[in-house]
């Protein structure tokens, strides 16, 4: 057999490199959340996460893990994206902004190892680059996850936050006063970060921006609809009540609707694992004696 020549080998370890990156490139984008919008939400996002980066601290004169984080947000604008990114976790003591770049640094660096000591050629190190990405879709899974709880309670509160608003309360009044019956430590995901709005409004933010800032956090579509939705009661001055309500029957509408669409599925998914597992099964239990027998001399039956 003759040797592959070097300008083929490279050849051929471009093309698989690239369509790796474009591999891992249409799968994060097939399960990643939906953009928000480009207005003043984003402008607000950018300016909410600039404020409190815990980046600042790291020295560029300090050691080599300081300089290689700063190289890394520098070169890639890793910064703001890594602090919505933990905004979108609920910003949880851990990790940090500064863990998931060292997770990511971590996990390229193992697989460029892995990929130097399984081929024994340099140049496939390169494959670490797939790595830094990796931490991305798994923390985009634990946000998906969040933003499901988060929805899974929100159409309750739209009802309770009508009842209330119909006893004579505003809707700031009305969150308060939801918020007051339930203990802190059995709160959920949405109910904490309404806190979070209520703690903003009174250490003086204005309305307005505490509401686009609970849209921001939770990133998901139907509450900043429900955001969309208070402000222009606000500003028309139109009754809040009719139209909550009409908000929480369409969101169970559109939930009810989603259930079916994914009871329709089901049966079409379940073809997958009928032909690659039950199927081979029932054949070699309906075969297995009649083909032994044919071997023996025999026809089965």
């Keep these: 057999m003759q040797p592959i020549p070097a300008s083929m080998y490279w050849t051929l370890f471009a093309v698989a490199f690239l369509g790796s990156a474009a591999f891992y490139t249409a799968i994060h984008r ?8 480009e207005q003043d939400l984003s402008k607000l996002a950018k300016k909410e996460v600039g ?5 600042s601290g790291l020295n560029p004169n300090g050691g080599l893990v ?3 984080d700063l190289f890394l947000l ?5 910064d703001v994206k890594l602090e919505e990114l933990h905004m979108m976790l609920g910003r949880p003591q851990k990790p940090t902004p500064l863990d998931i770049l060292h997770l990511k640094e971590v996990f390229a660096l193992a697989f460029g190892t892995l990929a130097f000591l399984g081929t024994g050629q340099w140049p496939m190190a390169l494959f670490g680059a797939a790595g830094f990405f990796v931490p991305d879709s798994l923390f985009n899974g634990r946000v998906r996850a969040r933003q499901a709880g988060i929805m899974r309670n929100f159409p309750t509160m739209v009802d309770l936050m009508a009842l209330t608003i119909e006893a004579g309360l505003d809707y700031m009044a009305a969150i308060e006063r939801i918020l007051k019956n339930v203990r802190p430590d059995q709160r959920t995901e949405l109910e904490n970060e309404l806190q979070k709005m209520i703690n903003e409004v ?5 309305r307005r921006d505490a509401l686009k800032r609970l849209a921001m956090r939770t990133g998901v579509p139907e509450i900043r609809s429900f955001v969309g939705l208070i402000i222009q009661s606000d500003e028309l001055g139109t009754s809040l009540v009719d139209l909550l309500r009409n908000y929480a029957a369409d969101m169970r509408f559109r939930r009810l609707n989603k259930a079916e669409k994914l009871a329709a599925q089901a049966a079409t ?9 039950i199927f081979p099964t029932v054949f070699i239990m309906m075969l297995a004696p009649m083909m ?6 025999g026809l089965g039956f």
């Design 30 to 37: 097939m399960f990643a959340p939906p953009p928000d919008d």
């Design 51 to 55: 404020t409190s980066s815990v980046f």
């Design 66 to 68: 300081d300089r290689l």
């Design 74 to 78: 520098k070169t890639f604008r890793l």
């Design 202 to 206: 009174q250490l003086g933010y204005t």
């Design 269 to 277: 998914k379940m073809l997958i694992p009928l032909f690659i597992f």
């Design 292 to 297: 032994k027998s044919l071997i023996s001399g």
